[in-house]
Every structure is written in structure tokens, then in C-alpha cells.
């Protein structure tokens, strides 16, 4: 079925039961960055396979709202679609929200699934379209009842994560969650996200591809801990240790139907971004809704000792493979057939050898020449460009090990470059050294330090549209929150502890895309009569390719950064590789 079709079986149903729009997010009931295939209903219904965007059907009219990262590949998957492209933050693009008053009359009536839109979200939508006399309907299931072949729920099985990965027991997790409830006054703490749960339970699964989650809800008291799961994901001996932890297991489609039954002055704890509107809206009105930050939020995004020293160790296993890649990248350009695909399936190859590897954190972004400046461009088999030996080829990847999630982008030199190619390769590099070099007050926000890494670029006239630093997981998803490195403020500050990635970039339509991308750990670096300071600790270990380096446009500074990094890296990894590639990695971090 094609597009226009799914269209018009769409836009019938919405005339069966009297809906005049419809709004299909990209998230599923967890608010999911990468849902599971069975709620892929805007991919299904769009065909773009972007992981962020919201598509919009009235009927006469359908559109796409996604961001910059997204705008080039939108383009190329919607073609012929009857899906119109809105390129989200561009001059004279109106909001979903604002063209839906635009487009309706009063009266009109607007369905959306409440069950993938955030509490915020849907109280922002309904308080615009409401200025304009349009109902929103959040009980529009529609995909029940037009996916066709609707892929089912996962059912594979969760495993432990052993205390010498986590750092902290289930129960002493418990108990610091327990003390802040106490704290808030909440009786009740509904954990609705997939990360949150596997964080709190140390347990990992595999229902989502690249990020190693299992679909749960927990709902924490002061006297229990409920899990809502299929039961066939828990093997007897993990069943039988929940039940002397005082952790209830029950069926995964009981979650709402225990929520309205919510004793009445229950005291709830609800994150409004981080939790369905479903979940707010069957809660009963006698209850008392806290709404704050989860709290897991806050408590996983600050790293423990031990999950720290445990990201060190995964870093060392993903800077071999990444040695192991670059040295063979480096041997067989121009010898033999390279491919976009071929390539970044060696990578992977090379990280599967490394032990307590999981799988690959996300979909390995693999660009060569005009294709790097499609900053989430999706390679496949069919359609991948040939590697030549000239011109920059990026490869933004990652790796899920035990130890740690991983997420690293070099942009390598092929060959013969331009004098653009390597002016715009130092602009990049000038603005990663320019923030993991940042020393600042504590109560800094990402907005603060966002700056550092443009700067450079702004001198020229450059700009990127997408953030420079999000929060990663311990062996979970490789965006995490609450912090984060972008021009926009979210409010929140870096705190010691703290995994965040530093990915400044150039992207130039149909001749290249530059991006220099490490991850970086919050620690303490002084304490002054002016207050306590923090630093980065760049974590990340691969070389990042000199010969594309204009040294004309380094400082001593920047010269002295790369220098030292280099040697970090050698010291660390370089003990760990065969002979050639150890040879190859000592030639290719040679002081500039």
C-alpha cells in the first residue's frame, strides 16, 4: 500500500467517527525516542524513517514537521507522498499547532493518541487550539484500526546488570528514590519512560533496536514496588528475587486500570515530560498530582563512581575497534570496493569482537563527500555511494557494551582536499577543543556553554542547526536528559558526574559534512574565594585525522590540546592493538 493510499484509508476513517484532523507523533506510550516497530505508525503512515517528527492529516491536507537534521532526508522520503514538508525553526514555518487553527474551522474536532504525547504537549496543544474553538480528542486510537500487519509488542526476555556494572542494588535505589518521595511528599511515583525502569531495576532487554530497554511500567509506594511487564520476559530466578525485594509483578495491560483505581488521596508523582497524558487523565480526580522532574531523571544522569569507571573501560574497548576500523579504512581506500554500507558494516564487525559488546547504540550514520552534510542521512545497501580516495567521508556510530554506551563521530580525509574542506574541518575542530576546554562556575546551564563551540564558525559566517552536547546513558539510550549543550535553554545545569557528547559541525548541501564528536565527564576542577568550579574530562579514545587539519588557523593552545590528546590515546589503546595497527596509530597521532 502507498502512501496516498494509507492517506485516504486514513481521512475515510477520520469521516466514520467525525474527526476533522488527525495528529501522529513519533512516540509510543513510553515517549520513546526509538519506539519499538509496533508503534511505528508515522513511519508506516509516511514513510519517513527519521526519529523525530509529527505528521499532521486534515481532509484535504497532510504535512511533516520535523528539524534541520531531518530536512534533506524528509525531502528525499516524502516525494510523491501528498505529505508536505514543514521544516520546523525555518522563517515563516507556523507550528503544527497554529497551522491546525489555521487550516480548521471552529468546531472542528482534532484526535490525537494521548497515549504518545507528553502531559506538557497536549496541554500546550489543546490551550491553542482551544483560542480558536477546535476540541482535541486524545482517545483516537486509529492505528488499531488501519495498521494492517501491525507489527506485535516484543516479547524477548530481561537480563541483570550485575552491581559491579551499576554501582548501587535495586533496593539501595529504591530507598534514595523513597527518601526523595518523603521529601516531595508523594505517596505514589509513576515511572513511565523504558530507560528510567531498566535504570531502576538494573535490568536491560531488547525490544527496542541500539537501545537496550524492555517494555514496563513501575509505580513505586511507600510499601511497594509494582511492575508492569509481561510476565514471560522474567526467568524464574529474577521473578523469585523480585518477590523477596517486595517487587509485585503484574500484567503489562493492567498499568491504566490500576492507576484509576488509585486510592483516593493518593499523593502522585508525575513528571509532565515524561509521562503520557493518558496517564495524567486516568488518574482520579481525588488525587493529588505532585508534578515535578522524575526523579530518576536527576539520579541516573549523575554518574556514579563505578558507572564511570566503567564508561572508561568501554571507551578503551570502542577506541580499538575504532583503531582497528581506521587503520583498515586507511589500507584498502582505492585498493578495493568500498561502499557507504560496506564500510560502516566493518565498524561494526570490529566492535562485535570486543567483549560484553550488545549491539550497536543507533543507526551508524556513514556519509561520503555531499552525503556527510545530511546530518542523520540513512545508508543503505542499494542506493550507498562508492568511497573514493579523495574528500571527507563521516561516520557518526556507536557501540552498547556492558560497561557503558558509546557514541563517537570522526570525519576522515580520504584523500586529496580542498582548501574548504580543511578551513571547515579546523572550524569544527576549533569549536569541540574550544568546549571540552571550558572550565566554569557551578549552576552553569548547556545554554552558557553552547557559544564555545561555534565561535570559530560564527567568525566565518557558519552555523549548525542542531544542538552541540546531550546527556548519554550507562549501557541505555544514547540521548539522555536532563542536560544538555544548545543554543535553547532547558534550564538545567551541569552537574559533576554528568556524560554528555560535544559534537560541534559544518554541513554544506552537496559537497561535505564535518563533524568532531567525543563525550565528555562533568568533574569538580577548583575552589576559589568565588565558589566551586567544574571541567570536562574528554573520555572519548581515536584519533582525530591531522591531515585534514589547517594548522595556520590552531593556536598553541588548540595545537597543545590535540597533542596531548593524541598521547592519551596512544597510552591507552595503543597496548591493546595488533602490531600494524599499533605502528599505524603512532604515525597517524605525530605532534603538529
Request: a negative charge; proline letters at 3%; hydrophobic letters at 35%.
Amino acid at each position: 500500500m502507498s502512501t496516498p493510499d494509507r492517506l485516504f484509508k486514513i481521512r475515510s476513517h477520520m469521516a466514520t467517527i467525525g474527526v476533522d484532523a488527525c495528529i501522529i507523533t513519533s512516540a509510543d506510550p513510553h515517549l520513546s525516542e526509538y519506539p519499538a516497530s509496533h508503534w511505528k505508525f508515522r513511519q508506516w503512515i509516511s514513510g519517513f524513517t527519521g526519529s523525530a517528527g509529527t505528521v499532521v492529516i486534515t481532509n484535504e491536507l497532510a504535512g511533516l514537521w520535523t528539524d534541520s537534521r531531518y530536512f534533506l532526508q524528509a525531502e528525499q522520503q516524502l516525494t510523491d507522498s501528498g505529505i508536505d514538508l514543514f521544516k520546523m525553526g525555518e522563517p515563516g514555518v507556523p507550528e503544527f499547532k497554529d497551522w491546525l487553527t489555521q487550516e480548521l474551522h471552529q468546531g472542528s474536532v482534532v484526535g490525537v493518541n494521548g497515549k504518545t504525547m507528553t502531559v506538557n504537549d497536549f496541554r500546550n496543544l489543546a490551550k491553542t487550539l482551544k483560542k480558536a474553538d477546535i476540541r482535541l480528542d486524545a482517545k483516537l486510537f486509529i492505528e488499531d484500526d488501519i495498521w494492517e500487519g501491525r507489527p506485535i509488542i516484543p516479547e524477548e526476555g530481561v537480563f541483570e546488570l550485575d552491581i559491579k556494572h551499576t554501582g548501587l542494588s535495586r533496593l539501595e535505589k529504591i530507598e534514595a528514590i523513597r527518601q526523595e518521595m518523603k521529601t516531595q511528599g508523594a505517596t505514589h511515583y509513576i515511572v513511565n519512560t523504558l530507560d528510567e525502569v531498566a535504570w531502576l531495576l538494573n535490568f536491560r532487554g531488547s525490544d527496542v533496536k541500539f537501545n537496550p530497554v524492555f517494555h514496563a511500567y513501575v509505580i513505586i509506594s511507600n510499601n511497594q514496588v509494582s511492575l508492569f511487564i509481561d510476565p514471560h520476559k522474567l526467568t524464574s530466578s529474577i521473578g523469585k528475587q523480585l518477590a523477596q525485594e517486595d517487587v509485585k509483578i503484574f500484567i503489562y495491560d493492567e498499568f491504566y486500570n490500576f492507576i484509576k483505581d488509585m486510592p483516593p488521596l493518593s499523593k502522585v508523582l508525575v513528571d509532565p515530560a515524561r509521562t503520557n497524558s493518558a496517564v495524567y487523565s486516568f488518574l482520579p480526580q481525588q488525587c493529588t498530582r505532585l508534578e515535578n522532574t522524575s526523579i530518576i531523571t536527576n539520579l541516573k544522569a549523575q554518574k556514579n563512581k563505578v558507572e564511570v569507571e566503567n564508561f572508561r573501560k568501554a571507551m578503551v574497548k570502542d577506541g580499538v575497534a575504532m583503531a582497528n576500523f581506521l587503520y583498515w579504512l586507511d589500507n584498502t581506500i582505492g585498493k578495493e570496493d568500498i561502499t557507504e554500507h560496506s564500510a560502516a558494516e566493518k565498524l561494526s564487525t570490529f566492535r562485535s569482537e570486543q567483549e560484553n559488546f550488545h549491539g550497536e547504540s543507533f543507526n551508524t550514520i556513514s556519509g561520503y563527500a555531499g552525503n556527510g552534510a545530511i546530518v542523520h542521512y540513512a545508508v543503505n545497501k542499494e542506493t550507498a555511494a562508492q568511497l573514493q580516495p579523495q574528500g571527507l567521508y563521516l561516520i557518526d556510530s556507536g557501540g552498547q557494551y556492558s560497561e557503558g554506551t558509546t557514541d563517537i563521530t570522526r570525519t576522515i580525509a580520504l584523500g586529496e582536499l580542498s582548501k574548504e574542506e580543511k578551513t571547515d574541518f579546523t572550524l569544527v575542530l576549533k569549536g569541540h577543543i574550544g568546549l571540552d576546554k571550558a572550565v566554569f562556575p557551578t549552576g552553569t546551564r548547556g545554554v552558557h556553554l553552547d557559544i564555545l563551540a561555534r565561535q570559530a564558525m560564527w567568525q566565518h559566517g557558519i552555523n549548525y542547526g542542531h544542538g552541540t552536547g546531550h546527556g548519554i546513558g550507562h549501557f541505555l539510550c544514547v540521548h539522555e536528559g536532563p542536560q544538555s549543550i544548545r543554543p535553547q535553554d532547558n534550564g538545567v545545569e551541569i552537574k559533576e558526574g554528568m556524560i554528555s557528547s560535544n559534537e560541534p559541525g559544518i554541513y554544506k548541501s552537496g559537497k561535505h559534512g564535518v563533524r568532531i564528536e567525543n563525550l565528555i565527564l562533568t568533574v569538580n576542577d577548583k575552589t576559589t574565594d568565588f565558589g566551586s568550579f567544574l571541567k570536562f574530562e574528554t573520555l572519548t579514545l581515536c584519533p582525530i585525522d591531522t591531515r585534514a587539519i589547517d594548522i595556520n588557523l590552531l593556536n598553541e593552545d588548540e595545537t597543545a590540546w590535540l597533542n596531548n590528546y593524541h598521547q592519551k590515546v596512544y597510552e591507552l589503546i595503543a597496548p591493546l592493538l595488533e602490531k600494524d595497527v599499533k605502528e599505524w596509530l603512532k604515525n597517524s597521532i605525530k605532534e603538529i
